[in-house]
């Protein structure tokens, strides 16, 4: 075996997973849309075959839902699936972060408190880029889960964000959410600050049980 040759390319059916992934988040392919395989297959210029394997991935995310003898169409996440996600969400992140204000170290701390200053900017009044808010919302939570520094946890938390994203745009369009979930932000970040675990997992809970509020 020649150990000097370049590593393959990851399979077509990811890149092909990846690119409906991105349709969906942006509503492109809404919740509800049945998926056009050979409309798809002709736009990407593939076979139907990686298309049908991407679509298990995107079924094993949560993303879209498998009817036999049908296809696939785009999720429809119900009331009760949404409260359930981020029931989760906030068990493991409120948990997260309670880890990182019991260990994060200084740089660590600087890296969150970068990340948040992104965010505050990205709400400036007047100027306020919800795609940016989110982008970086989801950078600060991500940085979160890495600091706390386990896999298991990120694993899951990275599917149950998948679905939630779903509904990204009906809390971010709520009026005076943006603001509502910066003031939450600048809290937990203060907790995170002061090196306490207590209220950085309070903070992250009521974070969580806002957003939602303005979801449902």
Do not use: C
């Amino acid at each position: 075996m020649d150990t000097a040759a370049p590593l393959a390319p990851r399979p077509l059916y990811e890149e092909v997973a990846e690119r409906l992934r991105q349709r969906i988040y942006s509503r492109e392919l809404a919740p509800g849309d049945w998926v056009d395989e050979l409309k798809i297959a002709e736009q990407l210029g593939i076979s139907r075959t990686p298309l049908r394997e991407a679509l298990k991935v995107l079924a094993a995310e949560g993303l879209v839902t498998m009817k036999l003898r049908r296809g696939a169409y785009v999720t429809e996440v119900s009331e009760r699936d949404l409260a359930d996600v981020y029931h989760l969400l906030a068990l493991l992140e409120s948990d997260a972060v309670a880890v990182v204000a019991e260990r994060a170290s200084p740089a660590q701390v600087a890296a969150l408190q970068a990340l948040h200053t992104e965010l505050e900017a990205a709400a400036r009044p007047g100027q306020v880029n919800r795609e940016r808010f989110f982008a970086i919302n989801e950078r600060f939570h991500m940085q979160v889960l890495a600091i706390a520094d386990n896999r298991w946890r990120d694993q899951v938390v990275a599917d149950l964000r998948k679905v939630m994203k779903l509904h990204r745009h009906n809390s971010l369009l709520k009026q005076g959410r943006i603001d509502e979930s910066l003031a939450e932000h600048r809290a937990v970040m203060a907790a995170i600050a002061a090196h306490d675990p207590q209220a950085a997992r309070a903070q992250m809970q009521a974070h969580f049980d806002n957003g939602l509020e303005a979801a449902a």
